[in-house]
């Protein structure tokens, strides 16, 4: 099926042909059609499936005719548990809106950060993702308004749940008009979340996508053994002579991470490093502008890697090989997703040959080599 054939208006299709989507995930074939007709739903999803993509482009359709409300009344309130999941959904939202016919504007707000620059930042904010304790001080500042909201959006709800939010997320509930549409997405349907379900959802649809079977099979995966000196020059190669466009590289320290990034942008190559050093608005420019396909490279440690989630992400390159298979699992898990194939490179020296055997090993996958003093790299 094809995403045109959801019901998706010129304007969205134009947005998802320039960012490559090809065809419909699971959840959004059987989603986007229920939430353009202004049904409630309930999905539940894995990680990786294209849920977001699945809510946004209908909420984005739903909202012409609507957005020219009063200042600082929002009519999209999504709420996540996470400052990095509220980062990447509102990059989804940017990314998909860039040809709307209609005014609008997105925010993502979290704690963590300086309350006064979101309170500021609320000006005509149409679509607000939100963490669900800085949305209640900003509720309560009189920073925002919920009179003209059309559509709640619980992401994540199993987790927010499990992050202890259920007594602020009822505070919210309250503060919501009635008549609205609502969207409970979760990856499992626990008895807390089937609680809020029963209280919030009317006659919902229920749409339940499988976790798909381990991704290391759409993974083109290859290796280069290279000196540890040769690995700059390897990977601005790689990059250059392919014409990659968004890529993610993996180091094992902070240091290496601002050392390499710092390498490729003296190269020409625009690259920012996110690691636990960097400050929050740093790391939330950086992943935003990278999930929007603004940033080519984002180098990032181990630590912060769970926090990026881009469904459509085509390059992987482990530039240093981490502790664990399973690490390496994961971090190659950040391509291959939602039935879209990717690559990942690893970098491995001589001194890695015997680990990287242990990786392949327990990944029960051989990985093709290539020799890098084989490859011209001036």
Do not use: C
Request: zero cysteines.
């Amino acid at each position: 099926m094809s995403f045109k054939a959801l019901g998706l208006a010129p304007y969205l299709l134009k947005s998802i042909a320039d960012l490559a989507y090809k065809k419909p995930t699971q959840i959004q074939e059987k989603a986007i059609p229920e939430i353009l007709q202004g049904k409630d739903v309930l999905g539940l999803a894995p990680t990786g499936s294209g849920k977001t993509a699945a809510y946004a482009l209908p909420i984005l359709q739903n909202l012409e005719g609507k957005t020219r409300t009063k200042n600082r009344h929002i009519n999209v309130l999504i709420l996540v548990p996470t400052r990095e999941l509220a980062i990447q959904v509102e990059a989804v939202f940017k990314s998909l809106s860039r040809n709307l016919p209609f005014p609008f504007k997105s925010m993502a707000v979290f704690g963590g950060a300086s309350i006064n620059p979101q309170m500021k930042g609320m000006q005509h904010v149409n679509i607000l993702v939100a963490t669900p304790g800085r949305l209640l001080e900003l509720a309560e500042s009189n920073a925002m308004h919920f009179d003209e909201l059309d559509t709640l959006v619980l992401d994540e709800a199993d987790k927010m749940l499990n992050l202890g939010f259920k007594k602020e997320m009822d505070r919210i509930f309250a503060r919501l008009p009635a008549k609205r549409q609502n969207l409970l997405l979760s990856a499992t349907l626990s008895a807390e979340v089937q609680k809020i379900e029963n209280v919030l959802l009317k006659n919902p649809t229920h749409i339940k996508v499988e976790a798909e079977k381990e991704t290391v099979e759409l993974i083109n995966q290859v290796g280069y053994s290279v000196s540890a000196e040769k690995k700059g020059p390897l990977l601005r190669h790689l990059i250059k002579s392919n014409d990659w466009k968004q890529v993610l590289v993996f180091t094992s320290s902070v240091y290496q991470a601002d050392l390499v990034a710092d390498k490729l942008k003296k190269n020409g190559i625009d690259a920012q490093a996110i690691h636990s050093k960097k400050s929050q608005g740093k790391r939330r420019d950086a992943l935003t502008n990278f999930a929007a396909g603004d940033l080519r490279v984002l180098v990032a440690t181990d630590l912060l890697s769970r926090g990026i989630d881009i469904s459509f992400l085509p390059h992987v390159i482990n530039y240093e090989l981490p502790r664990s298979p399973k690490d390496f699992i994961h971090r190659i898990g950040r391509t291959g997703r939602a039935e879209n194939p990717g690559d990942a490179i690893t970098f491995v020296t001589e001194e890695d040959k015997h680990h990287f055997r242990v990786i392949q090993k327990k990944m029960k996958r051989w990985v093709d080599m290539i020799d890098a003093d084989r490859i011209d790299l001036k």
